[in-house]
């Protein structure tokens, strides 16, 4: 959704204040369509979210960003329910971001050629051939969930941040080990075997035992793992041919096994994980943990959210130009144009 409103409250010369109706609307839609076609959707069937979903929801911000009345808007998300598509085969190849990409451009032109009057049928998500039926979704209409104008996601479960550059499912994860590292003092060294225990979903998402590229090694538990402990907390430099080549890192691979534990899967999928790890000095430790810092219950802090944008703004801006769009972001709400931001960021 924040991939297509920027841009589009950019074309539109809209405020900040516009910007973040956009997306609240946008991930309303998100959250109304995942609660019925999910898990079926994205854990059974093997569609990605983020493409899939995530396009109507793009649709729905730019709509709203647009100022798009009611039927200009129920066609624009007739369109995006045509554009969606996105496959989790593709986990761990350069298709996997494209995703992202892939959804805010769709939901944006839908948008936009709804509002120049391209009609899409009235059926587009709930018909008998329309989005719900063919992405095979859990349930076969909204009736269930039609509750716009009295209950708020945003407000219930709120939002979460990735605070590390991998596949969500690591992040509960990586956070043990950090831990268990920093309080024990550990290093490669001092690890005969780790032992990660993982719901049956999470199998499907981290595919790659033993990754040959970047983009594979965000898919890989066992390099996620061996990196946290050789380098500390993965960032977007981590996940480089260069890094899984490492002696220390290859030597590590081997001592990290994933296992499932299907009690785990009473829970919400890819939350919980339970590390036990084996060291030289004949110790065990185990350390359990639900849920993912960055998540509803361990929101990230102001800092976190700072030192993310910085490092992604600075891989493409000078660190004036990053430090003055995080600045600016601070009274996103107080914009009169979104241009006041987009300005940093050329």
Known sequence: VQTCALPICELAHAS??????????????????????????????????????????????????????????????????????????????????????MAARNGLMAALLAQGGYTASDRAIEGPQGFLAVMDAQRPTLDSVGNLESHWEILTTGITVKLYPSCAATHPTLDVVLDLVRIHRLGADDIVSIDVEIDSMTPRLLMYDRPRTGLEGKFSLPFCVATAIVHGAPSIDTFELATIEQPAIQALLPKIRMRV????????????????????????????????????????????????????????????ASDRAWSTLQRLRDLHDIAELTQHLH
């Not at 960003?65 to 200009?72: C, D, H, N, R, S």
């Not at 993912?292 to 993310?308: E, F, I």
Request: charged share 20%; hydrophobic share 40%; proline share 4%.
């Open 261 to 320: 534990n299907t009690e785990f899967d009473a829970s919400v999928p890819l939350s919980q994980t339970r590390v036990t790890m084996r060291l030289r000095d004949g110790r065990a430790i185990t350390e359990s943990r639900q849920g993912a810092r960055g998540g509803s219950a361990q929101p990230a802090t102001n800092d976190d959210l700072a030192a993310k944008f910085a490092a992604c703004a600075r891989r493409a801006l000078s660190p004036a």
């Open 16 to 101: 900040g204040k516009t910007l973040l109706e956009g997306y609240v609307v946008g991930f309303e839609i998100e959250c109304r369509l995942g609660e019925v076609m999910n898990p079926r959707h994205y854990h059974e069937r093997g569609w990605h979210c983020t493409s899939t979903i995530g396009t109507v929801g793009a649709a729905a911000a730019a709509a709203r960003i647009l100022g798009l009345p009611t039927e200009a808007t129920r066609h624009a998300l007739g369109i995006a329910a045509s554009a969606a598509c996105g496959l989790k085969e593709n986990m761990g190849s350069m298709v996997k971001p494209l995703h992202a990409g």
